[in-house]
């Protein structure tokens, strides 16, 4: 097995970064400077000192930081100010994570990023920022499969294990290659639709922030005002906006998306996807406990979905887990096939009671809003409030076909060997998990569901989010569902009194 030598340090290539990236906090205090100073020959000294200071910081960073693989583990440099030393052992490493910013690809650098999966953020996480590509493949390689290794000889009985066999080279699988056409699906989920407004929301905040700072807020106000006593400027800037959003969502989600590619190698599940970005995410195989498959409304109607790998010991799974972007729901059950088996029974519905739960509460609050609305239109004769109550009874009645698809969309199933839950209508998310992943269980009933008669049963996973849930069951079903699942646990609960 290739060995990784001591003492190893970052490309110095990287040092033609770090000041880039300092630079946008740089910039208002050198522009201050600038401004005080009256662009005078003394400003433009302190002004090019700061400068000169940021490349300094920069070097002494660089030259101070180093890293080695030292027989069962890796260990991180720091001598900056103070010497740490931190140490991640490679049995602990649950996955290696490379990505390529776009001023790293043009250098040919990567960011190389080790999940150990420990809970409380990162503390016993790793990151090489500035590493040439080639030696991000190599080490992440060397990296994964000397963990594999440390793993076996901790647990010579793993299937992994194969003793004195000599080191071969990666063998690799593809599993599923996204065709560049379905990236026409991304505006389906509606993550990326509001990003035209976040982006003039974002714009209005930073010219009023370096307007203080630099001294023409002044201006903002005026051409604030200004837009303010011409509304249809606003009308047709906000119609600009809504209909720029399915356009600017499909950017936004292929430039994340694009070329998203699924592949099996050594044991692990490797996602590569983006295009200003390109980000490479390594799953532990044999830590895959089950799936989650998401689908909005809209994706629901074109039958796409999403889907993401429920991992044992995986930090940051919501963006980590990912496992496919939007594709046919065909192509996602192929994959979770592949990866954790196919879920082959029915799911079992809700009682009625839970029907009558979702259509309250999608259409209840609307029709108290259109009263109130219409009681104020009468005491105060204002046409506006009339519009309100008209805008409320138009969203109670959507609320019918909302409240039965939610409804409809509830259930739960067990098949033997993997169980499911499912709810959620606008976003709708089924979790389905092998049953050695189940840890426990446990029940929940708010106030009203009391006086329903239902609870939401929380299945707990060593795995993933930690517990999937299963809303508004009757209390058979909260019973019945894990003694049937995990009967072992729940015989001592269900014997016969005396018995």
């Known amino acids: 097995m290739s060995e990784v030598p001591q003492g190893l340090k970052l490309s110095p290539k990287v040092l033609l970064i770090d000041p880039v990236r300092m630079l946008p906090s740089l910039l208002v205090p050198l522009a201050g400077v600038l401004f005080v100073g009256g662009f005078s020959p003394g400003s433009f000294g302190w002004a090019a000192a700061g400068l000169v200071g940021a490349v300094v910081f920069a070097v002494v960073r660089w030259a101070t930081f180093s890293y080695r693989v030292a027989g069962d583990r890796l260990e991180i440099r720091r001598s900056l100010v103070s010497r740490s030393v931190r140490t991640i052992p490679l049995e602990r490493i649950r996955g290696v994570d490379v990505t390529t910013p776009p001023m790293h690809r043009l250098l040919g650098l990567a960011v190389l990023k080790i999940d150990t999966g420990a809970s409380g953020g990162g503390e016993q996480e790793g990151e090489l920022d ?32 194969v003793p004195d066999a000599p080191p071969a080279p990666p063998e690799e699988r593809l599993i599923v290659k996204v065709p560049r056409k379905w990236l026409l699906y991304g505006p389906l989920s509606g993550a990326y639709l509001l990003t035209p407004f976040a982006l003039a929301g974002g714009a209005i905040g930073l010219a009023f922030q370096w307007g203080g700072d630099l001294g023409f807020r002044d201006l903002a106000w005026v051409a604030g005002r200004w837009l303010w006593q011409h509304p249809l ?35 692990y599940l490797v996602a590569e996807r983006g295009l200003v970005t390109r980000r490479s995410v390594s799953l532990e195989a044999r830590r895959t406990r089950g799936y989650e498959i998401v689908d909005a409304l809209a994706e629901r109607k074109a039958g796409v979905v999403r889907m993401w790998a429920i991992v044992t010991g995986l930090g940051d799974s919501e963006t980590r887990g990912q496992l496919l972007p939007d594709v046919p729901r065909r192509v996602a ?22 029907r009558e739960r979702r259509l309250f509460r ?12 219409a009681l104020l239109a009468v005491l105060t004769s204002t046409g506006l409030w009339w519009g309100l109550a008209v805008a409320a009874l138009v969203f109670a009645t959507l609320g019918i076909p909302l409240g039965e698809d939610r409804y409809r969309s509830l259930g739960h199933g067990y098949d033997g060997v993997l169980l499911s839950v499912r709810s959620g209508s606008l976003r709708r998310a089924q979790a389905v998990v092998e049953r050695r992943a189940v840890v426990g269980w446990r029940l929940r009933q708010t106030w009203f569901q009391r006086r329903a008669g239902v609870l939401t049963l929380i299945v707990g996973v060593g795995a993933g989010k930690g517990g999937y849930e299963a809303v508004d069951v009757s209390a058979q079903q909260a019973v019945g569902f894990p003694a049937e699942v995990t009967p072992e646990w729940m015989a001592p609960f269900l014997r016969a009194p005396g018995s």
């Open 233 to 267: 400027l606003i009308a047709a800037a906000v119609l600009v906006l809504i209909l720029a959003m399915p356009f600017v969502a499909a950017v936004m989600y292929s430039v994340f998306n694009w070329d998203f590619t699924l592949k099996e190698r050594e044991g």
């Open 362 to 373: 999608a259409i209840v609050p609307w029709l108290a809003v259109a009263a109130a609305a």
């Open 130 to 161: 500035g590493v040439t590509v080639h030696e991000a493949e190599r080490l992440k390689g060397v990296l994964l499969r000397r963990a594999r290794a440390a793993k076996v000889e901790a647990d010579p009985d793993s299937p992994h294990a």
């Open 333 to 354: 059950l192929d994959v979770a096939a592949q990866a954790v088996g196919t879920f082959a029974a029915p799911l079992r519905p809700h009682p009625p009671v839970a």
